[in-house]
């Protein structure tokens, strides 16, 4: 064995999938109780290279080195026998089963042949003990949070013995509160001697929590930084390959005519109870309207009614002064909405169509992609590399399927469909999440675009920065109502923070009148 600092060194790793180069020559170096930030555009190979590391993938050349060894991780089996442990991005949890049931799954503690569940229960709650990961190990996965399926991921890794482990972007779909437990767990872990490696494009996230940085840039190795040693905005010009503004310029607002008018909307969540209690709002042509708060206090449920994707049992949503309450998704749409989904594989995407079938999802039945029933392919895929070009949706080509893309590069195709059909009214949940600096500079740029030509669009977010930064009005939904409606320049982060949490809700109230908002 030769003598080595590091728990893993991947060196000069090359990985190709057919002429296309994911990775080339890119080096790697972990040390004991580090935590290592993997820092990348959308579809640069970070996802790759981790999944090399964790035996999904093998490398087309190059070598893996754990604790100086050379190894072959030729399956996931290998790498936890490695000690290694992946915490994916979309969670792999079977939803019926308890938290105690998936976190043993293929490793189950028999006796005499009988699963050993109560041996199981106690050794998941002594290490959930150990690492501050609060969990309730008889819950059913079904009934849990986003926050603690993640939990239950991470438990599942350590129950298996994993001494390095690897994060695929772990805060896309958490609240800022979870978000600040992640962190604390993570320090936990390194402060326990575990090596712990995430994949981020997030320099807040990298900066709060990483010791050193690899920044990979179209699946090459730019560099490794101390992060205590570089700005956030030298790691952000070295990601994109060119200086990156964080904040949008945009002239004032200049709204005109109503475009989206919401009256007393009542919305029941899915197990019929109520959600969105009397929502009054109204958009204009040439204006952004944020909504601020904390996930499950309505916003998907109001934004879902909206489209046509819930009905509602109350009120009515006016659209380009038409009655759309209750109307199908299609019907909606061709009233003039574009939706940006804030779950794009539920509602975004079908990922075993090619890129090009589900940028025309929309408009298939339409001249010029149709006529007389038949789709015309070569129109198809013109105008889908078009857009694939202007929107920069990084992809070997128009006709590989949806779920070849990165993350990232899936939201991209979703905006490019939305944003290209030009809607009265755009609707954009959570559209940044999962992308890098450089791309949500270009969507933010594409949103305010859309409201300077006179178009409406309302931004659903979890980031209050983002909030802050492209909307004109902002309205703040807490407990399936909106407690108040203010103007960027008129308020902060943290009194934006108070909002959404609640507090003040009264006084909020009271500047706001209670009544319609307009």
Known sequence: ???????????????????????????????????????????????????????LLQPTSGEILINGETVKITSPTKATKLKIGMVH??????????????????????????????KAREEILALSKQYNLDINPDA?????????????????TLYRGADILIFDEPTAVLTP???????????????????????????????????????????????????????SQELADMMVGRAVSFKTDKAPANPQHPVLEIKNLHVNESRGLPIVKGVDLTIHAGEVVGIAGVDGNGQTELIQAIAGLTKSTQGTVMLNGKDITNHTPRQITETGLGHIPEDRHKHGLVLDMTVEENIILQTYYQKPFSKRGFLNDKIISTYAMHLINEFDVRTPSEKVNASALSGGNQQKAIIAREI??????LIAAQPTRGLDVGAIEFIHKRLISQRTHGKAVLLMSFELDE???VADRIAVM????????????????????????????EKADKEVGGGSHE
């Open 420 to 425: 290209d059909r030009n809607p009265d009214l």
């Open 177 to 231: 509160q979870e978000i600040d437990e992640l962190i604390k767990i993570i320090k936990g872990l390194a402060a326990e001697g575990k090596s712990v490696v995430i994949i981020t494009h997030k320099l807040d996230e990298i900066r709060a929590v990483a010791d050193k940085c690899t920044v990979i840039r179209r699946g090459e190795h730019i560099d490794t930084v101390d992060v205590d040693k570089v700005s």
């Open 1 to 55: 064995m030769s003598e080595s600092n590091y728990v893993i060194e991947m060196r000069n790793i090359t990985k190709k999938f057919g002429d296309f180069t994911a990775n080339k020559n890119i080096n790697l170096k972990v040390k004991k109780g580090e935590i290592h930030a993997l820092l990348g555009e959308n579809g640069a190979g970070k996802s790759t290279l981790m999944n090399m590391l964790c035996g």
């Open 89 to 118: 991005q979309h969670f792999m949890l079977v939803k019926k089963f308890t938290v105690t049931e998936n976190i043993i799954l293929g490793t189950e503690p028999t006796q005499a042949g009988v699963v050993n569940i109560k």
């Open 467 to 469: 909030i802050m930064n």
């Open 140 to 156: 059913l996965v079904r009934d849990i949070t986003v926050g603690m399926e993640q939990r239950v991921e991470i438990l599942k």
């Open 478 to 505: 807490y407990d399936g109502r909106i407690v108040a409606i203010v103007k960027p320049e008129e308020t902060t982060v943290r009194e934006l923070g108070l909002l959404i949490a609640g507090s003040s809700v």
